[in-house]
């Protein structure tokens, strides 16, 4: 049997251009490795998934800093307000949390994801799962269908590739089709991690699963800062994560970080000069010892941290502390520093940074300007932004349009 169109990738993106481009009648052929569709997509957002944001497309386009305007066309055609109508057209409720972030009603990836399967079910999707690509049947720069690992051959007028990226190779996407990709003359640029924690050479396993609320971070190197952001940190076993440090980390690409350092002000809304008063204040005749007494400000468990690498014995009182180890505890909730040692890997990242170059892909159909019947879409596709919903909205928009495009 040959199909309108083969979409190879069962993730958010694939599963979009397959309904897109079913629902305008054409026959569809689902391609997946896995043994499910949406594997990926079932741990984002920590199993709740972010769906998307609702900023308006002028502010959306700016979490992806140089590129974004390249989706200029694509949101027109299908934005996240868009997205977020078609679920609740489809019985699947939504809610908007802080920042514009999008989430299931019920807090479930799987809800979602069972929409989408029963979706392309009633659309009359064919959806091969555990099939893994081989190569391209290719005539005379046309893309004639694919061969899969099996043995099998898909036959198809056009071809979507929602392959994903490198990130959370675990789920399957092992970066496997970029060299295929360019074979068929596409260029790949150079394939990092992004949204990644980042490594500190300080031993952090004490603070394990340790959250900061509404802290600023900031990124500097030789001395200079290069980046800053308030929002949430998490400690894990050797690293820093959280939204607030996945997002620093979009800002680091080399491999050398002798010179890069993480500083965390601990309590952003009050000055260095006001807490120290403060502090100056409240120690005068005061019978609590530091590690109490800190406790108006942050956790236990890092108030241990931080008098430890400050050499401060913590059953001290305040009100004999001299004003060195005052001031160093003052300047160590403003200015919470640490050594980087190294980006995580993509088995940590959230998201790839690279892929196939922009400037050979229409972004009005996301069709190839190298082969005519060839489609991109997703993470595949140089293009990735900060936390937020950002990164599935794009699966959403440039799936959508793919798929579309098709017709």
């Not at 675990?170 to 089709?177: D, F, H, V």
């Not at 600023?216 to 949430?232: H, P, R, S």
């Not at 236990?300 to 014995?313: E, G, Q, Y």
């Amino acid at each position: 049997m040959k199909y309108d169109v083969l979409i190879i990738g069962g993730g958010p993106a694939g599963i979009m251009s397959s309904i897109s481009a079913a629902q305008n009648g054409l026959k569809v052929a689902l391609i997946e490795k896995n043994s499910k569709l949406g594997i990926k997509f079932l741990s984002t957002g920590g199993g709740r998934s972010n769906l998307t944001n609702l900023r308006d497309d002028r502010d959306f386009v700016k979490a992806f800093a140089h590129s974004g305007s390249w989706l200029f066309s694509a949101l027109s055609q299908f934005n996240s307000y868009n997205f977020v109508d078609f679920l609740n057209k489809n019985g699947i409720a939504t809610k908007i949390e802080d920042d514009s972030r999008v989430f299931p009603e019920d807090d479930m990836a799987s809800s979602v994801l069972d929409f989408f399967l029963r979706h392309l079910d009633e659309l009359g999707v064919d959806v091969f799962l555990s099939s893994e690509f081989l190569n391209f049947i290719i005539t005379e720069k046309i893309i004639d269908g694919i061969m899969l690992k099996n043995g099998k051959k898909i036959l198809s007028d056009k071809v979507v590739i929602a392959s994903g990226g490198i990130s959370y190779p675990i789920t399957g996407s092992n970066g496997s089709m970029y060299d295929h990709i360019k074979s068929l003359g596409h260029q790949v640029s150079d394939l990092r991690p992004a949204l990644v924690p980042l490594r500190v050479s300080d031993n952090v396993s004490f603070l394990e699963g340790l959250s900061l609320r509404d802290v600023c971070v900031k990124l500097f190197d030789l001395g200079k800062k290069i980046a800053d952001v308030k929002g949430d940190c998490i400690f894990t076993k050797d690293s820093l994560s959280g939204p607030a440090i996945l997002n620093l980390s979009n800002n680091l690409s080399n491999s050398d970080f002798t010179n890069t350092k993480l500083i965390i002000d601990l309590l952003p809304d009050i000055n260095t000069d006001e807490l120290d008063k403060r502090m100056q204040d409240d120690f005068k005749g005061n019978n609590k010892s530091v590690k109490n007494y800190l406790q108006l400000f942050t956790s236990s468990k890092l108030i241990s941290f931080i008098l430890s690498r400050l050499s401060v014995d913590g059953e001290k009182k305040v009100s004999v502390l001299s004003k060195k180890e005052r001031f160093d505890i003052v300047n160590t909730l403003k200015s919470f520093d640490f050594k980087i040692l190294s980006l995580g890997s993509f088995e940590r990242a959230m998201v790839t940074s690279g892929g196939v170059n922009l400037k050979e892909v229409d972004p009005k159909t996301m069709k190839s300007k190298i082969i005519d019947n060839l489609y991109f879409a997703g993470e595949v596709l140089d293009l990735h932004a900060i936390s937020g919903g950002y990164n599935l909205q794009l699966c959403w928009t440039t799936g959508y349009v793919a798929g579309k495009s098709c017709y």
